[in-house]
C-alpha cells in the first residue's frame, strides 16, 4: 500500500492544487487545448476534416468510450480498477437485443439494459469493497465471465432486427446534433458536478485519497466503494444502448477486449489518476475526444493501418509523459 | 505561476508539434495528398472508400493489392483516375462504423467494407444511404439488410463444393470416413457456414461421420491441440475438415508428432478437407499431404469488387447486385495447373 | 495466532491445487482419452511456448507493475527474424539472436517510459502493445510465413518423453526460480514489488531493477516467440493476440499477487496448467463450443477468487495488533 | 580510519528548504563512546540535520569531518560506506520477506552469484544476539510485532559495523521491555567505542542513558552540554524558548458526580484484550495510562470497530435510557483522533478547507440535499480555523504543508464542527511542539467545559497528570487500576509497573 500512496502523493499532490484552479474553469485544460490545437493543425492539412459532418461525426464517435470513461472514472477516482467495463457494456447490449426480440418494449428494454450494466457493476463492487478482492483481479475475471456469457447467449451471430423506432430515436438528431453527444455532455457535466460538490462526490475523493482517514472520519468506506463500481456498470449499460442502436444490433464482438484500454487511457489523458482521488468525468470525456481523434485524423489524413498502430501508441504515451512533466514542473 | 505558464505552454507546443510531426510524416510517407479526395465534380475522377474489418491477414493483403491492380487496369481502359482511401477498424464493430462514417464525410463516391459484424454493417449501409453513396459488402454478406451490392465468395456453397469433391473422394477410395472438424472463430459468420456446408454434404452423401467439433477461434494453438486430442479421444479418425488451410501448418505438424503424418496414397494418410487454398494450405497440397480444398479467390474477389465499385460510383446501376464467386475445387492433382492462385503469388513456397 | 494463521494460508494456498485436482478427475471421468501420458505431453508441449513468452513477465508483475505488450513484443520480434531468415536468408544464429536482442530492446523500453517519463505501467504497456504490433506488420506484413526448413524441423525433437520446446519453458522456470530466490537481484525484486518506497530507502536501486524486470520480460518474449514459431512451422499474424490479458490472468492464478512481491515463480507452471486443462478437457468431452468461453471465464473466476482470498487474509493479518 | 579514535563535527552546517530555514550554521560534535541526546521540537532542524549526515539530504553550505578530515556525503549508501548507520523513526520493513533479507539487502553474503543463505544466517543470528533478541532470520517480516520490527532496523544498522549511529526516536513503537533492552544494547555500543546520536521526544530517557545533550530550536542550536547541566525543566524552557511549565494546562475544576453517558461492558479480542469494563461520564476527561504495548490504542480501536472484538457489549446513555450500540455505529458518535496522524488522519494532498469538512459534509447541503452550499462551508471552515487558531495562508492550502500542531489542530477542528457527544483521543500531543500541546490541551478542556466526555490517551504521564478527572491504569490489554484525579504520577507509574507483575502472575 505504502507503495502505491507514496507515487500517489507523487501524483496528486501538485495535480491536486491544479485541480483547484481547474475547479474554477470546470474543465480538465489542458487536453482540451490540445484536442483544438492539434484538430486545429490538421484541419488546415487535410480537408473534409474540419467540415461540420466530420466534427459531429468526431463526437458522435467519442461519445461510446466517454461513456464508458465517465464510468470508469468514478472508480479510477476511488482507487479501483473496472478491466470488465467493455465486456459489461456488450453483455448488457446483447441482453437489451435479445429481449427487444422477444418483444419487450424498447424503453423497457433500455431499462433493462442500464439495469444489467448495473448489476454487473455491483458484483464487482461487492467483491472489491466487502470481499477485499483485488480490483484489477475482479474485474478481469468479470470481464472472461462476460465475454463469454455473450458469446453463449448470442451463440457467436448477431442480433439484429431490433424495432426501428428504438433505433431511431436514440440516434435521433437535435439540430443536427446526434443524441448519443448530447448525452455525453449532459451526463459529463452533472457527473462532474456531482462529483465536486455533492457530499457524495467529496467521499468518493476522500477514500480515493487515503481510505484509512476516511474510515476514520465517518465515511462509510465499502459502500462508497460499492457504489462506485455499481455507477461505472449503470454507465457501462448506458453505453450499451448507443451501441447496439448505432450498430442497430448487438454482438459478442461489441465489447471486444481493447476497447477496455481505450477507455482507460481516455480517462487517464484526461487527467484522471489511476492511483485515486484526482481527475474529474468531464475530463475523461475530453479524453476519450482527443483519443477518438487520433484514429480519426489518421483515418482521414489516410495513414496505412499498421502506421496508425504505431503513432497511436507512442501519442497516448507522450501526452501522459508530457502531463506528468508539467505537473512536476508545479511542484 | 506565471512561471508554470510559460511551462506549460510550451510543453504544449512541443507536444502539438510531436503529434502533428507523426500525422504529416505519415501523411508523406503513405501518400496521403493521392488518397485524400477532392469533392467528387468531375467524374473523371472518382475515389473508392475501402473499410477492413482487421488486417491481420495476408489474404486481406492479397484482395487489396489486386484490387489496387484491377484498378489500374480499368483506369487505363476507362481513361479515369481512381482513388482509394483506406482505412482498418481492427476487428472491433463500433470502431468499423466510425471508420465508415469518416469514409462518408470524406466524401468518397463508393465504399467498399468488409463487415465485421453481418448485421452491424447495417447501420453503416443506412448511413451511406442518407449521404447518397453506394455502398457495396466485400466477402461477409450483411444480415438483415440489402446493400447496393455484395461481392464474395459463397462460403456455404464453397464448403458444399469442396464437401462434395470430399466424398467423391472418399467414397472412390471406398473409404468411410470419421472426421474430426476444426471450427473457426465461431463469431464468424463465414465460419459459421463453412460448418453448414460440410454439415450439409455430411448429412446427404453420408460419405463420412464428424465425431468431433473443436472451436479453434482461429488460435494457433487450438489448431494443434484440438488435432491431437481429437485423434488421442477418438484413434480410429481418418479424415479431417479444417475451416481454413491457413492452419494447415499447425495441423501438418499435430499429425507429424502423433505420427499420423502420410501423402496421400501412403498408408495410413489421414484424408483431409479444407478451404481457402492459403499459404499453407498451397503448400499441404503441393505436397500431397491435403487433398481438397475451394480456392478463396481473391484475384476474382478483387476483379468484380472493382468492376462493381466503378459502375455504381458512376452512376449506374448493376444488372445483379449480388456476385459471388464460386471457388474453384483445388486438389492436390490439379493443383499445379490451377491459375490465379493468390498464395502462390504471396507464399514463399519452398519445395 | 501465528500457527493458526500459517495454517489458513496453507489451505488457501493448495485449495486451488485441490481445484485443480477435481477438475482433473471430472474430464477424466467423462473422457477416459483425457487422462492419457500422451494428451499430457501434447498439453505441455502446445502450451510451452506461451509460458516461455510469459515468463518474464512474472518478474514485472513482481515488482507491482503490469505488462500488456509481451504478445506485441514476441510479434514484432518474431516478425523481424523472420524478415531476415525468409526474405534476407540470414544465417539461423545470428537470426535468433536479432529476434531476442529486438525483443530486450523493446522491453528497455517500456522500462525507460515507466521509469524515467514516469507513465503508469497499465498505460505504457499498453501504448506500446499497439505501437509494437503496428512495427511488427509494417515489417513483415501479415502473412503466414513458413520458417525454413532447418529451423522448422526443430518440432517434434524429443529430449527424453517430453518435447524440446517443453524441457525448455520448465528448464526456464527452474532458472527463473533461482534467479527469484538465490541471487541478489531476485531479492531486490521482491523488495521492491512488496514496498517500492521502504525499498529505495533501504538503498535498493528501485528504478534500474524494474527495467530490468521489462527487459526480462521482453527477452523472453521473444525467445518464446521463437519456438513459437517451431511450433507452428509458420510465422503467424495473430501471434500473441490475447496473450495481454490471458498472461496477466495466467500469472495471478499463479498466485503471483498484482501488488507485487509475492509469489512465487513455479506457480507460472499451476497457472498456466489450469488454464489450459480447461482447454483441453473440454475438447476431450466434446460439449458445444459456445459455452467453452463461458467456462473458461467461470474458471479463472473461480481461481482468481481464491488467491484474492489469500490476499485478503494477508491484508487481514496487518490489523495492527 | 578502523584504529584511529573516530570522532565526526558537522561545522556551520546550513540547509534551506524552499520557504524555510531548516538548519542555520549549526554546529555539532560527537566522538566515540559518546551518547548524545539530540532533542527538539517539531521542525527544530534535528532531523533535518541528521538526514545530512544519513546523506538523505545534502548541506547548502559548511562541512562535515571525521578525524578532520572533510567529507561529502552523496547518498545512504555512501553514508553507510563512511561508517554512519541511520535507525529511522519510521519502520522501514519489507513485509513480505524474511527477517534476514531485511537486514541483508544489500550485503548478502555469495557463493558463486548464489546467494548464500546459510552463512547469511550465520550472520545474522550474530548481529541479533548482540542485541538480545531471539527472534529467527528466516522468519517473515510481517509476522513479527512492531517492536521487533524496530529492533530489526537497529540489527540493519550494525550489519556494516558503523562508527557513529543515530537514533531517530527509536522507542516510539517499543514496549517497555523492550525499550530496557534497547538501552542496554545502546550502552554495550558505546562501550564498543561506537559514538551514538539519539534523537527523542521523551525527556525521561535522556537521563540515565545519554552522556551529553544538546537542544536545537528553529534551526539553531539553543544549548549543548552534559547531561548533568541539563535537569529537566531547563531543557523544557530550551525547548520551548519560554518556561514550559506555565504552559502546562491543568483544569480548574474536577467532576466527581458520575453522569454516565457511555458504559463498556466485558469487551474482549483474545490476546489483545481482556474483559474491559469502563464507563464515561458526561463533561469528564477520562484518561486511559499505560506502557506501550499495553493494548490502549487497541481498546479505542475495538470501541469504534476499527478491530474487530470477541465478545463484549457497548451501551450508549442519551437522556435517560440506555442503548446497546454496535462499534460501528459508535464510530458515527465519536470524535476519534487516532495515534497515526500522518496516514490515519489527514487527505494529506486536499485542502485545508475539505480537511476540516470532510466528517460534517452532511450539515452544508443545500436545498437539493446532495449538493454542498460552499458559502456556507466556506464560512464554517473559517471559524474553526479561527476558533482554534490554526495558522494557514488559505483555505485552499494542502493539509501537508501544515507543521504537526497545526495538522493535529485540522483534525480537532474536523470534529468539533460535527460537534459529537464524545471523543476518543489518542495521543492527540503526540510529536507537536510545546505551545502546540498547550493548546490543544486548551481546546480539549473548553469541549469539557461544554459538557463533552472525553477519552484521552497518551504516552506521556506528565500531559496527564491534572489534567484528566480520573484515570484508569491500563496493562496488557486488560484495565487494572483506577484513580480519581488526585493522582499522582507515582501512583500511576506503581499502579501500572505493579500491574505488570500481576500480568506476569496471571
Known amino acids: 500500500m505504502t507503495k502505491l500512496s507514496d507515487r500517489k502523493d507523487l501524483h496528486i499532490g501538485s495535480k491536486f492544487i491544479i485541480k483547484e484552479e481547474l475547479v474554477k474553469h470546470g474543465i480538465a485544460a489542458l487536453p482540451i487545448i490540445i484536442v483544438l490545437l492539434a484538430s486545429l493543425i490538421i484541419g488546415l492539412r487535410v480537408p473534409n476534416f474540419l467540415t461540420a459532418r466530420n466534427v459531429i461525426n468526431i463526437l458522435e464517435q467519442s461519445s461510446a468510450i466517454g461513456l464508458m470513461a465517465i464510468g470508469l472514472s468514478f472508480v479510477f477516482i476511488v482507487g479501483g480498477m473496472d478491466i470488465s467495463i467493455a465486456a459489461n457494456m456488450g453483455l448488457s447490449g446483447i441482453v437489451g437485443a435479445v429481449l427487444m426480440r422477444i418483444g419487450l418494449p424498447p424503453a423497457l428494454a433500455c431499462v433493462v439494459m442500464i439495469l444489467a450494466g448495473t448489476l454487473i457493476g455491483m458484483i464487482n463492487g461487492f467483491a472489491v469493497a466487502y470481499l477485499g478482492m483485488i480490483p484489477f483481479v475482479v474485474t478481469l475475471s468479470m470481464m472472461y465471465v462476460a465475454a463469454g456469457a455473450s458469446v453463449y447467449l448470442t451463440e457467436a451471430t448477431s442480433i439484429s432486427g431490433l424495432p426501428e423506432i428504438f433505433v431511431n430515436t436514440i440516434m435521433m438528431r437535435i439540430w443536427k446534433i446526434p443524441l448519443p453527444v448530447i448525452v455525453v455532455v449532459i451526463f459529463s457535466i452533472t457527473a462532474t458536478k456531482f462529483m465536486r460538490s455533492s457530499y457524495l462526490g467529496r467521499w468518493v475523493y476522500a477514500v480515493g485519497t487515503n481510505i484509512k482517514a476516511a474510515e476514520i472520519a465517518g465515511i462509510p468506506v465499502r459502500g462508497v466503494k460499492f457504489w462506485a463500481y455499481a455507477l461505472a456498470g449503470s454507465f457501462a449499460g448506458l453505453t450499451a444502448i448507443l451501441n447496439t442502436a448505432r450498430l442497430a444490433s448487438a454482438s459478442a464482438t461489441m465489447g471486444t477486449s481493447v476497447i477496455v484500454l481505450d477507455v482507460a487511457s481516455s480517462a487517464v489523458v484526461g487527467g484522471v489518476s489511476m492511483y485515486g482521488g484526482v481527475g474529474t468525468p468531464l475530463g475523461a470525456v475530453i479524453g476519450a475526444l482527443l483519443i477518438t ?33 508539467i505537473r512536476r514542473g508545479n511542484e | 505561476m506565471r512561471k508554470n505558464r510559460i511551462k506549460i505552454f510550451t510543453g504544449l507546443l512541443i507536444f502539438v508539434l510531436v503529434f502533428v510531426a507523426c500525422t504529416t510524416a505519415a501523411a508523406e510517407t503513405f501518400g496521403a495528398d493521392e488518397t485524400v479526395s477532392e469533392e467528387p465534380t468531375a467524374k473523371s475522377e472518382i475515389t473508392i472508400g475501402l473499410s477492413w474489418n482487421r488486417k491481420d491477414l495476408q489474404l486481406i493483403e492479397a484482395w487489396e493489392d489486386y484490387m489496387a491492380l484491377h484498378a489500374k487496369a480499368l483506369e487505363d481502359e476507362k481513361g479515369v483516375t481512381i482513388n482509394w482511401v483506406i482505412n482498418v477498424a481492427d476487428g472491433d464493430v463500433t470502431r468499423q462504423a466510425s471508420n465508415i462514417e469518416d469514409l462518408i464525410s ?199 469488387v472493382v468492376k462493381a465499385a466503378y459502375t455504381l460510383a458512376m452512376g449506374e446501376s448493376l444488372e445483379n447486385n449480388i456476385i459471388l464467386v464460386p471457388g474453384r475445387v483445388v486438389t492436390s492433382e490439379n493443383v499445379r495447373d490451377t491459375t490465379d492462385l493468390w498464395a502462390r503469388d504471396y507464399g514463399d513456397y519452398q519445395e | 495466532m501465528k500457527n493458526t494463521n500459517i495454517l489458513i494460508n496453507r489451505l488457501l494456498k493448495y485449495g486451488l491445487y485441490f481445484a485443480l485436482l477435481i477438475i482433473i478427475v471430472f474430464f477424466a471421468y467423462i473422457a477416459p482419452s483425457f487422462i492419457t501420458a500422451n494428451n499430457f505431453i501434447d498439453m505441455l508441449h502446445t502450451l510451452a511456448p506461451n509460458l516461455i513468452m510469459i515468463s518474464g513477465l512474472a518478474f514485472v508483475v513482481l515488482t507491482g507493475a503490469i505488462d500488456f505488450s509481451v504478445g506485441s513484443i514476441a510479434f514484432l520480434a518474431a516478425s523481424i527474424g523472420t524478415y531476415l531468415m525468409v526474405v534476407q536468408k540470414v544465417p539461423l544464429i545470428i537470426t535468433l539472436s536479432v529476434i531476442v536482442l529486438s525483443a530486450m530492446i523493446a522491453g528497455f523500453l517500456n522500462g525507460i517510459i515507466v521509469e524515467v517519463i514516469k507513465v503508469n505501467p497499465l498505460i505504457t ?28 524441423q526443430l518440432h517434434n525433437v524429443k529430449i527424453g518423453f517430453l518435447y524440446m520446446d517443453t524441457a525448455v519453458a520448465i528448464l526456464i522456470v527452474v532458472i527463473l526460480y533461482l534467479i527469484q530466490y538465490r541471487t541478489v537481484f531476485g531479492r531486490h525484486l521482491m523488495a521492491v514489488g512488496n514496498d517500492r518506497e521502504n525499498a529505495r530507502k533501504l538503498g535498493v536501486k528501485t528504478s534500474s531493477i524494474s527495467i530490468r524486470a521489462f527487459v526480462i520480460s521482453g527477452f523472453f518474449a521473444g525467445f518464446g516467440s521463437i519456438f513459437y514459431m517451431i511450433q507452428g512451422g509458420y510465422m503467424t499474424p495473430r501471434m500473441g493476440q490475447g496473450l495481454e490479458f490471458t498472461g496477466i490472468a495466467i500469472v495471478v492464478i499463479g498466485g503471483i499477487s498484482l501488488f507485487g512481491g509475492e509469489g ?44 484474492s482470498l489469500k490476499t485478503k487474509f494477508h491484508s487481514l493479518r496487518k490489523v495492527r495488533t | 580510519m578502523n584504529n584511529s579514535h573516530f570522532k565526526l563535527s558537522m561545522q556551520n552546517i546550513v540547509k534551506e528548504f524552499p520557504g524555510v530555514k531548516a538548519l542555520d550554521k549549526v554546529n555539532f560534535e560527537i566522538e566515540q563512546g559518546k551518547i548524545m ?75 558463486l552469484g548464489l546467494i548464500d543463505d546459510s552463512e547469511a544466517k550465520v550472520i545474522c543470528k550474530k548481529i541479533l544476539k548482540r542485541i538480545g533478541s531471539d527472534l529467527a532470520p528466516e522468519d517473515l517480516m510481517e509476522d513479527i510485532g512492531p517492536g521487533d520490527q524496530q529492533m530489526i532496523e537497529i540489527a540493519r544498522a550494525l550489519v556494516h559495523k558503523p562508527k557513529l549511529i543515530l537514533f531517530d526516536e527509536p522507542t516510539s513503537s517499543l514496549s517497555k521491555k523492550e525499550k530496557d533492552n534497547l538501552f542496554k544494547v545502546i550502552k554495550k555500543l558505546r562501550e564498543d567505542g561506537v559514538a551514538v546520536v539519539y534523537i527523542t521526544h521523551l525527556l525521561d530517557e535522556i537521563y540515565g542513558l545519554c552522556d551529553e545533550v544538546m537542544v536545537m530550536r528553529n534551526g539553531r542550536v539553543v544549548s549543548s552540554g552534559l547531561i548533568d547541566e541539563f535537569p529537566k525543566d531547563r531543557i523544557i524552557c530550551d525547548l520551548s524558548g519560554e518556561d514550559g511549565r506555565k504552559k502546562n494546562v491543568t483544569k480548574k475544576s474536577f467532576i466527581v458526580k458520575d453522569d454516565v453517558v457511555l458504559v463498556v461492558e466485558d469487551l474482549n479480542r483474545s490476546g489483545i484484550l481482556h474483559d474491559i469494563n469502563l464507563s464515561l461520564n458526561k463533561g469528564e476527561v477520562l484518561g486511559i495510562w499505560g506502557l506501550m504495548g499495553s493494548g490502549r490504542t487497541e481498546l479505542v480501536r475495538a470501541l469504534v470497530g476499527l478491530d474487530p472484538i470477541e465478545s463484549g457489549t457497548i451501551y450508549s446513555i442519551c437522556d435517560g435510557h440506555k442503548k446497546q450500540i454496535a462499534p460501528h455505529d459508535l464510530r458515527q458518535l465519536v470524535g476519534l483522533v487516532t495515534e497515526d496522524r500522518r496516514n490515519e488522519g489527514l487527505f494529506q494532498p486536499m485542502t485545508v478547507a475539505i480537511n476540516l469538512s470532510i466528517a460534517n459534509l452532511k450539515a452544508f447541503l443545500g436545498k437539493s440535499g446532495v449538493f454542498i452550499d460552499r458559502k456556507k462551508e466556506k464560512n464554517e471552515v473559517e471559524k474553526t480555523i479561527k476558533k482554534l487558531n490554526i495558522v494557514v495562508s488559505s483555505q485552499s492550502q494542502q493539509v501537508r504543508t501544515l507543521s504537526g500542531g497545526n495538522q493535529q489542530k485540522v483534525i480537532l477542528g474536523r470534529w468539533l464542527q460535527r460537534n459529537p457527544e464524545l471523543f476518543f483521543l489518542d495521543e492527540p500531543i503526540k510529536g507537536i511542539d510545546v505551545n502546540a500541546k498547550a493548546e490543544v490541551k486548551n481546546i480539549i478542556h473548553e469541549l469539557t467545559i461544554s459538557g463533552k466526555s472525553i477519552l484521552i490517551i497518551s504516552s506521556e504521564i506528565e500531559e496527564l497528570l491534572g489534567f484528566c478527572d480520573r484515570y484508569l491504569v491500563m496493562n496488557r490489554g486488560s484495565i487494572t487500576a483506577e484513580f480519581p484525579h488526585t493522582a499522582t504520577k507515582e501512583q500511576l507509574m506503581e499502579a501500572s509497573l505493579s500491574a505488570r507483575e500481576k500480568g506476569i502472575m496471571q
Open chain 1, 293 to 325: 481523434l487520433i484514429s480519426n485524423s489518421m483515418n482521414m489524413i489516410g495513414v496505412s493501418y499498421y502506421l496508425t498502430l504505431v503513432v497511436k501508441g507512442f501519442v497516448i504515451i507522450a501526452f501522459i509523459g508530457f502531463d506528468y512533466w
Open chain 2, 106 to 304: 470524406q466524401g468518397v463516391d463508393v465504399i467498399i467494407a468488409r463487415a465485421e459484424d453481418g448485421a452491424a454493417i447495417c447501420a453503416s449501409y443506412n448511413a451511406a444511404k442518407e449521404a447518397g453513396i453506394p455502398f457495396i459488402t466485400f466477402d461477409r454478406e450483411a444480415q438483415g439488410c440489402t446493400v447496393d451490392a455484395h461481392v464474395g465468395a459463397d462460403s456455404f456453397n464453397q464448403a458444399v463444393s469442396a464437401g462434395e469433391a470430399f466424398a467423391d473422394l472418399l467414397e472412390a477410395n471406398g473409404v468411410k470416413g470419421k472426421c474430426i472438424e476444426l471450427l473457426g472463430d465461431l463469431r464468424d459468420q463465414n465460419a459459421v457456414n463453412r460448418s453448414e456446408g460440410w454439415a450439409k454434404v455430411e448429412a446427404e452423401r453420408g460419405a463420412w461421420e464428424t465425431v468431433l467439433q473443436v472451436p479453434t477461434e482461429y488460435n494457433p494453438d487450438i489448431f494443434i491441440s484440438g488435432t491431437k486430442n481429437g485423434f488421442a479421444s477418438n484413434p480410429d479418425v481418418n479424415c479431417m475438415f479444417i475451416v481454413t488451410d491457413a492452419g494447415w501448418g499447425l495441423v501438418q505438424n499435430a499429425l507429424d508428432e502423433i505420427g499420423k503424418l502420410a501423402k496421400t496414397g501412403e498408408e495410413g494418410h489421414i484424408w483431409i478437407a479444407s478451404q481457402d487454398v492459403d499459404i499453407p494450405g498451397y503448400q499441404g497440397l503441393m505436397e500431397g499431404y491435403m487433398d481438397v480444398s475451394t480456392s478463396y479467390d481473391a484475384y476474382y474477389h478483387a476483379l468484380e
Open chain 3, 125 to 152: 504497456t499498453f501504448g506500446t502493445m499497439l505501437a509494437y504490433r503496428g512495427l511488427g506488420y509494417m515489417i513483415g506484413g501479415a502473412k503466414y510465413t513458413p520458417i525454413p526448413e532447418s529451423l522448422a
Open chain 3, 264 to 307: 512465487s515463480i513455479l506457480g507460472l507452471l499451476t497457472g498456466i496448467f489450469t488454464f489450459y486443462i480447461v482447454e483441453n478437457g473440454l475438447q476431450h468431452i466434446g460439449v458445444s463450443p459456445y459455452i467453452y468461453p463461458f467456462l473458461r471465464g467461470g474458471i479463472i473466476f473461480l481461481a482468481m477468487y481464491a488467491d
Open chain 4, 37 to 111: 541526546a539530540l532533542i527538539g521540537a517539531n521542525g527544530a532542524g534535528k532531523s533535518t540535520l541528521m538526514n545530512i549526515l544519513g546523506g538523505i539530504h545534502q548541506q547548502d553550505t559548511g562541512e562535515i569531518l571525521i578525524n578532520g578530515k572533510i567529507i561529502t556525503i552523496k547518498d545512504p549508501l555512501d553514508a553507510s560506506k563512511k561508517g554512519i548507520a541511520f535507525v529511522h523513526q519510521e519502520l522501514t520493513a519489507l513485509s513480505k520477506l524474511r527477517i534476514m533479507d531485511n537486514m541483508l539487502i544489500n550485503d548478502y553474503p555469495t557463493k
